[in-house]
């Protein structure tokens, strides 16, 4: 890796300024001393990456060729209206305008060109977020990534529609990727952002990807993150959010396939009165696993966190969940909430669930709980004593289960198209996404069962 | 002979509860079951649903002539067996709606009828609504979730109307109910029954009796129906307790 370094060095920093390189420097030789994490290491006991970065991977230090991106680039949700911007194999996709600039001052595209064209800009936020000295993956990230998305929401702009993200693997080879994200929402702006990751066919790939995310004073950020990857991929994703003062955000964590996921999510209050919501969801079964790691720190009074993570793991599924929220000694009437609910389906199926609280002052409001278990046998003998079959019953439940959260899915046709998704993915008939994940395989078929009638 | 239970053993967990019940239902009855707690009432009305916690140890249940044995419960419930639960189940995250309408539709293709479309379903629930006399609008909420006690027996009732069994049999469905609840819940009954169908109500007090009027009244006792008789046995067993019984049983 670090010969690959030293080899591309030219390629992999031409569009840095030189407080980039200077940061790429120092990142490598903090991945050097921290090396890959291994299961000694406390915040990796239950993910064991060895057999993942066992595999042999291309690593592309070069633009690979754009084919054909108006067939991969499909995304057909019914009456969604995004503005989307893909990547493929961590490369933006610029279909030649590699940096779109709004009329209302919006910027988005690709992150190397936005390097080049407002270096201020990105100087300004560019690594203030993630950790690239004691986070191995962040650290190989910062050094390494040479493009990624750059989104730039000025001061009091509403951007008018969502922006999808879509990142898509796609290649003959195993491929090793580092993307690198930046998204800036102005103070009192509002930005709805759907991240999709998915791989389209079955190569194995190892993805690491971090996203810096800045969310100004009074401003608003719903954001969806929607994991289905193949089972032989990897992806690491890191993301830091900084909120300032009465920000609030939503985000949605939605796994529904992948070989290992990990999601780093660590939040920062940067001012008083913030609020952040964390959501997810995942449904793991073969030999998948998912682990989900988040970070809140509470650095600042009145500030409201509530994260709720809800599973079904099947077969030899394994879950890992690690919640810390730190509240700092002045963050006085901190709220803060933890919940992690599993249901395991089978008896091989395990989950590892450490909701934390780390509270330096008396003035708060804090709980945490985690739960898991089978389906209520109470409910199934219920459910069947009125005539519905055994499956159909072990499905309503657990789609109940797993509508808490997506329930919680601000945009309506992507909540409607998430819940065919988690539909399909609980009668095992969900693949890995042909297309864009969103375009999944039939959309024109709703999927049977009476489901959404609630809201006649 | 709509139900027909002979020499009826049942255990759970080794502990044996049914000691050889014995019952005869024809269609178009009502039979009234009576009896002090933990005596099997509940645990009957369980074996008959299907409940695989219970291991049928000998006897058996004949439902419209066919042995029950290899029947699943919903196969049971789709036959047209109803059990009005003792504490329903709270299940959040569904729906009344979607559940009645899953269940309406899973028994419908089970009898090789078309699916209701949504709104034939919708008018269907209403009309059923009104004949139970359920004027809230229960149906949007989460299946028993946070209802209070006579809303979930109400919801009961409601899911009776909707599901049209041969044979319902509710268990204390009159417990813990005001007045007024136990006279919707009585009227339920008395609506919905017809000369194809019956009932048996499982039941404590007397009380409910006057309102649904049995053709027999039976009194299971250790796992036994010690007694049986016509309406005037409800009488005699809130006049003289369940003692009584004890003590002839003793003797
Ligand atoms: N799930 C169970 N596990 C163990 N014992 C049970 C269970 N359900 C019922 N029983 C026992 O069976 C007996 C009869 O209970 P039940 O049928 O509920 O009585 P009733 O409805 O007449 O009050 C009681 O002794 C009760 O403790
Ligand atoms: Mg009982």
Redesign the interface.
């Given at each position: 890796m670090v010969q690959l370094f030293s080899r591309h060095r030219q390629q992999i920093v031409s569009c840095d300024t030189p407080g980039m390189s200077t940061l790429r420097d120092q990142a490598l030789e903090s991945f050097l001393k921290l090396g890959f994490p291994n299961t000694k290491m406390e915040a990796w006991r239950q993910t064991d990456l060895t057999e993942c970065l066992a595999r042999g991977y291309d690593y592309p230090v070069e633009r690979m060729p754009e084919e054909d991106t108006q067939k991969v680039f499909r995304c057909n949700i019914p009456h969604l209206d995004t503005a989307i911007i893909g990547q493929l194999n961590g490369w933006y996709v610029s279909k030649d305008v590699p940096l779109m600039e709004l009329g209302n001052g919006i910027i988005m595209g690709s992150l190397a060109e936005a390097k080049k064209k407002y270096p201020e800009l990105v100087e300004q936020y560019y690594g203030t977020v993630a950790d690239s000295t004691s986070e191995a993956f962040t650290a190989l990230n910062t050094a390494f990534a040479q493009d990624g998305v750059f989104i730039y929401v000025p001061d009091n702009v509403q951007s008018p529609k969502p922006v999808q993200l879509i990142n898509v693997i796609q290649h003959d080879e195993n491929l090793f990727l580092q993307s690198r994200n930046l998204i800036v929402v102005g103070k009192n702006a509002r930005l709805s952002l759907v991240h999709c990751d998915d791989s389209y066919n079955h190569q194995a790939s190892f993805s690491n990807i971090v996203s810096e995310i800045v969310i100004g004073d009074n401003a608003f950020m719903d954001h969806y993150k929607l994991q289905n990857l193949n089972n032989s991929s990897t992806l690491i994703t890191t993301t830091c959010f900084r909120l300032g003062a009465a920000a609030s955000l939503e985000s949605h964590y939605l796994s529904l396939n992948g070989g290992l996921l990990r999601n780093n999510i660590r939040l920062h209050f940067n001012g008083p009165h913030g609020i952040a919501n964390i959501y997810g969801i995942y449904l793991m079964d073969g030999k998948q696993h998912i682990d989900n790691q988040v970070f809140i720190d509470h650095a600042h009074p009145h500030c409201t966190s509530n994260e709720m993570f809800k599973g079904i793991l099947d077969e030899h599924a394994r879950g890992v969940f690690n919640g810390h929220v730190l509240v700092r000694k002045d963050a006085i009437k901190t709220d803060a909430r933890q919940s992690n609910r599993n249901i395991l389906l089978t008896d091989t199926a395990k989950v590892n669930s450490k909701p934390f609280l780390e509270i330096y002052n008396d003035d708060v409001k804090c709980s945490h709980g985690s739960t898991t278990g089978q389906l209520?046998n109470?409910?199934m003998?219920?459910?069947?004593?009125?005539?519905?079959?055994?499956d159909?019953?072990r499905m309503?439940?657990m789609?109940?289960?797993a509508?808490?959260v997506v329930g919680k899915i601000a945009i309506p046709q992507l909540r409607q198209r998430i819940e065919d998704m988690i539909k399909k993915r609980l009668q095992g008939e969900l693949q890995i996404c042909e297309a864009c994940v969103l375009h999944c395989s039939t959309p024109e078929q709703p999927v049977e069962?009476?489901?959404?009638?609630?809201k006649? | 002979m709509l139900l027909s239970i002979q020499n009826l053993h049942a255990s759970i967990n080794g502990k044996e509860i049914l000691k050889g019940v014995n019952l005869e239902v024809n269609k178009g009855e009502v039979h009234a079951i009576m009896g002090p707690n933990g005596t099997g009432k509940s645990t009957l009305a369980s074996v008959i649903?299907g409940?695989e916690v219970f291991d049928v140890t000998a006897g058996e249940i004949l439902f419209k002539g066919t042995n029950l044995q290899k029947l699943?419960?919903?196969e049971r419930?789709?036959e047209g067996i109803?059990?009005g639960?003792q504490y329903?189940?709270e299940?959040?995250?569904?729906?009344i709606?979607?559940?009645?309408?899953?269940?309406v539709?899973?028994?419908r293709k089970?009898k090789g009828l078309d699916p209701l479309s949504?709104g034939e379903?919708?008018r269907f629930m209403e009309e059923r609504k009104k004949l139970v006399e359920i004027t809230s609008n229960l149906t949007?909420r989460?299946?028993n979730e946070g209802f209070s006690g006579g809303e979930k027996k109400k919801n009961e009732i409601f899911?009776m109307a909707m599901?049209e069994p041969a044979l319902a049999i509710l268990d204390e469905t009159d417990s813990g109910l005001d007045i007024d609840a136990l006279r919707i819940v009585a009227n339920g009954v008395n609506k919905l029954r017809r000369p194809d169908n019956a009932f048996v109500v499982i039941t404590h007090y007397q009380r409910l009796l006057d309102y649904i009027i049995p053709d027999f009244v039976h009194v299971l006792f250790q796992g036994r129906i010690v007694k049986s008789g016509g309406k005037d046995l409800a009488l005699e067993l809130e006049e003289k307790g369940y003692d009584w019984i004890k003590k002839e049983q003793e003797a």
């Open positions: 209520d109470e409910a003998f219920y459910l069947r004593q009125r005539g519905i079959g055994e159909s019953a309503l439940l789609f109940a289960f509508d808490e069962f009476y489901i959404d009638l609630s006649i | 649903a409940r699943s419960v919903e419930a789709r109803f059990l639960f329903p189940v299940i959040p995250g569904v729906s709606t979607n559940f009645m309408r899953t269940a539709n899973e028994i089970y949504g379903f919708i949007n989460s299946v899911q599901l």
